[in-house]
T-cell receptor
């Protein structure tokens, strides 16, 4: 049982490059989330999807876009990466819109 | 503005030395308070949900309690495998989780 799978695990980008972080869950969960984790800042919500076909902005959405491709998959896109987007990104899912989240192992992104 | 503050930032214990971690919050309309454990290089793992003041939850050596202003995570006779960062998060009606910065716990053998 894989749970929440994120790819890639590590990525280095140059300023201005674009990339997409992929996330898939196999628990038949309705809600999916993207967080970023930075030292001294805690986990901050970027975007979430309460159900298939819907997406909403979180606390720090600027510079990101998301796609809820189907019930299993929720991707995060950086159109023009900036050094301030250097972070660890976590995807999470939940049965419904509650705080009991299941997290992936993270994607470590460095923007030079 | 909703705030979640965890203390201490870091805690070192000897194996068997019981202690508590604190999570204080200022949230109107609390819907739930959540505790997670995060190991280095991994995603957070859900531990407990507390919904109302006076509620307690237990799991092995961990016990979480909740008052109207704070939550405690009590660790009884910890073992080295309890070493991790413990995160607290609050959820209020109509909003998503707000996480604290975590307490990094180290248990020495």
């Amino acid at each position: 049982n894989a749970g929440v799978t994120q790819t890639p695990k590590f990525q280095v980008l140059k300023t201005g490059q674009s990339m997409t972080l992929q996330c898939a869950q196999d628990m038949n969960h309705n809600s999916m989330y993207w967080y970023r984790q930075d030292p001294g800042m805690g986990l901050r919500l970027i975007y979430y999807s309460a159900s298939e076909g819907t997406t909403d902005k979180g606390e720090v959405p600027n510079g990101y876009n998301v796609s809820r491709l189907n019930k299993r998959e929720f991707s995060l896109r950086l159109e023009s990466a900036a050094p301030s987007q250097t972070s660890v990104y976590f995807c999470a899912s939940a049965v419904s819109d509650t705080g009991e989240l299941f997290f992936g192992e993270g994607s470590r992104l460095t923007v030079l | 503005e909703d705030q979640v503050t965890q203390s201490p930032e870091a805690l070192r214990l000897q194996e068997g030395e019981s202690s508590s971690l604190n999570c204080s919050y200022t949230v109107s309309g609390l819907r739930g308070l959540f505790w997670y454990r995060q190991d280095p290089g991994k995603g957070p793992e859900f531990l407990f949900t507390l919904y109302s003041a006076g509620e307690e939850k237990e799991k092995e050596r961990l016990k979480a309690t909740l008052t109207k202003k704070e939550s405690f995570l009590h660790i009884t006779a910890p073992k080295p495998e309890d070493s991790a960062t413990y995160l607290c998060a609050v959820e209020k009606s109509g909003s998503r989780l707000t996480f604290g910065e975590g307490t990094q716990l180290t248990v020495n053998p």
